[in-house]
């Protein structure tokens, strides 16, 4: 699993459209205060789905959408287009590039797409399923999560571990099918 680029446009201060790319190995994102820096994170964390606006030092979702400065409008729309390599379920030992998007508008809902196709949240959610990559795995580490994690119950602690391991995926279709019996 990896980042391949990421494009932003109209997300907090990125006003105009921006691509970053991620050439490999580690990649550091430095700059005066105020600059940018954990918008875009934030904005990774978004196009994969998160729901919570606090979690985007927001109080709302539409406070993603760039929201003008004295020197420019505010813009009607974010969208966010990430392109990840990730394992291909088709051909084991393989991997396949997939772009998501998720795009807001003021007044109206997320739209996702998956490669370009129309898709809803919990699609994506299913994508990153055992990747480590959702938005509650453990690929965005914040201040004073670390602590968290260690003083959290073992239960808790747990469902990170089975998210490293790769077993969420089937425990979550185990439930589906419990329900389903039970129904
Ligand atoms: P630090 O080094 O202090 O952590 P940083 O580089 O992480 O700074 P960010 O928090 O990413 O900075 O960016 C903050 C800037 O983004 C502020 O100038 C803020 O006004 C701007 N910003 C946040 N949301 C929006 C928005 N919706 N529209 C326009 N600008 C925004
Ligand atoms: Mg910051």
Redesign the pocket.
Known sequence: MRLISLELHGF??F?DAQKLSFPGGMTAVV??????????S?SLAWVLGEQRASML??SEMA???????AQRR?TGMAEVKLVLEMPDPALPGATREVVISRRLYRDTGSEYRINGREARLKDVQDLLLDTGMGTRAYSFIQQGQIDLILSSKPKDRRLLLEEAAGITRYKLRRADAEKRLEE
């Open positions: 907090k201060s006003a700059g005066p205060n105020g600059c940018g820096k954990s918008n875009i934030d030092r927001g406070d993603v959408i760039f929201a003008g400065t505010a």
